[in-house]
């Protein structure tokens, strides 16, 4: 039996560019390599055949193809169903298909070995981590071999004809093709337990999800839909087993950044998870059915919360707009926070500031003053005749990242002092030119890391933060 690795390549990096990177997902750096190259490097060391589906713009991929003297297909479309689709018609003398996405890179041989040899015994195989099944591999029985085939777009919630054809097969293609099925075992389940309803809500980086992916979990570990094809689902199974996560709702970060840190993914992404609770009673009920009438394309639904309540669900029918999530608290700022009678809490007098905009306060001298704060990310205030602007530069896109990603101590870190303050009095020069302030000022933790300032830079202090706090109560 011929089983081979179909690698898909034709992507748009649409997830990836959305959250601040820069050109293809593909072509990002790993350690020295691309991370397609890392991706074929794994697939090449399995022995299995490969081919791999790609456009004919992506130079990188073509080039690393004919490298390697691996059979490939172009085409024009950057749909994952057109890419299989075209994979099978290619690959007509294989019994059986690995899906491998060129963005994996993680993927070890004795994963594609291990699947292969089990396509040999069965016609459908489900890799399984820790108890967290992952995503079916299919072999070629003829009647599904027509389905998959006839695949000629990405996969859509509304879209009932290619998800069914794609279910007949027993083919699941990524969190979208499991999505539509999210809600019909937790209806089952809300009649006699509770359980818990996970949102994605948005991503940083290389996230494995997109935003309004759904996973659906019961108090003995299982569900429905997915988070991350396993990493968070391991982790987040855990946890709501233990007792965790009984508010109404929370919202939890997962990957860099995050306060579950521990679970790593690729390209230090993050992602926050909207999770809602749902009791065992007629308007948790109701409220998945809502939701489940949505996936299915009938009718279109709004869903509004303010942490820690429930969620409120308005139906609007006949709405073409795709899946949109709207926040409006600070991204770095604690959830729940916005609207916090701290002073009643406190049952004191309270002031609230930006840490940078404080420090910046402190370090004000007149004129035009931009204030970077160099600690754990990148702090910046500008200061104009004595009004503070907070802003949040390290946010901008720079490069492959943002201005952050080459600021912070993580990077410094990471690369070393010398590699990171050149990035420092580069970054600093920039914002010099754009902004041209009279003078700059560097402080937080890390400006003690810093030789040779240029003449309009001077070295601030994290003390400056304190007479900032004093000048702000006094005025």
Avoid at 449 to 458: A, C, K, T
Wanted: a negative charge; aromatic letters at 10%.
């Amino acid at each position: 039996m011929n089983i081979g690795i179909l690698i898909l390549a034709a992507g748009k990096s649409e997830r990836f560019q959305s959250t601040g990177g820069r050109g293809s997902k593909l072509n990002h750096l790993l350690d020295k390599q691309t991370v397609f190259e890392k991706t074929l490097s794994n697939s090449m060391s399995s022995g299995l055949p490969l081919h791999v589906v790609t456009r004919a713009d992506n130079d990188g991929v073509i080039n690393n193809c004919l490298q390697f003297n691996i059979p490939f297909s172009v085409l024009n479309s950057y749909g994952l169903g057109e890419s299989i689709a075209v994979g099978v018609q290619n690959t007509p003398n294989w019994h059986g298909w690995l899906i491998q996405l060129g963005d994996m890179p993680y993927i070890p041989r004795e994963i594609f070995i291990r699947i292969a040899d089990e396509l040999k015994n069965y016609s459908l195989v489900r890799p399984v981590y820790k108890n967290i099944p992952g995503h079916p591999v299919e072999e070629n029985p003829s009647a599904s071999n027509t389905a998959i085939v006839s695949l000629t777009h990405d996969p859509r919630i509304d879209d009932l004809t290619l998800m069914e054809a794609v279910n007949t097969s027993a083919f699941y293609i990524g969190a979208m093709g499991s999505t539509r099925t999210s809600a019909k075992r937790p209806i089952r389940w809300i009649k006699v337990e509770p359980v818990w309803l996970c949102t994605v809500l948005n991503t940083y980086g290389s996230s494995p999800r997109s935003p309004g992916s759904l996973l659906v979990a019961k108090g003995d570990g299982s569900y429905t839909g997915s988070l991350s094809g396993g990493c968070i689902e391991e982790d987040f199974l855990q946890r709501i087993q233990q007792g965790h996560y009984l508010e109404n709702s929370q919202v939890v970060r997962y990957g860099q950044g995050g306060v579950e840190a521990k679970v790593n993914l690729p390209c230090e992404g993050s992602l926050d998870v909207l999770i809602e609770y749902l009791p065992c009673n007629e308007r948790s009920y109701q409220y998945l059915t809502q939701i489940q009438t949505a996936l299915l394309g009938y009718t279109a639904i709004i869903k509004k919360l303010t942490l820690p309540n429930m969620s409120e669900i308005t139906t609007i029918p006949n709405s073409q707009h795709p899946t949109q999530i709207e926040r409006n608290e600070p991204a770095n700022l604690g959830y729940g926070w916005v609207n916090f009678d701290l002073e009643s809490a406190f049952n004191c007098p309270v002031k609230i500031i930006n840490d940078a905009a404080m420090q910046a306060t402190g370090s004000y001298d007149g004129g035009k003053m931009l204030f970077l704060g160099l600690g754990t990310g990148l702090g910046s205030s500008l200061v104009v005749n004595n009004e503070v602007i907070s802003l949040e530069l390290g946010h901008l896109n720079y490069l492959d990242h943002n201005y952050e990603y080459f600021t912070c101590d993580a990077y410094r870190q990471k690369n070393g002092n010398k590699n990171w303050e050149d990035e420092v009095l580069n970054i600093t020069d920039d914002f010099y030119q754009v902004f041209m302030p009279d003078y700059i000022v560097l402080g937080g933790g890390n400006v003690v890391r810093l030789n040779n300032l240029p003449e309009y830079v001077r070295r601030g202090g994290n003390d400056k933060a304190f007479i900032g706090g004093m000048k702000m109560w006094n005025e």
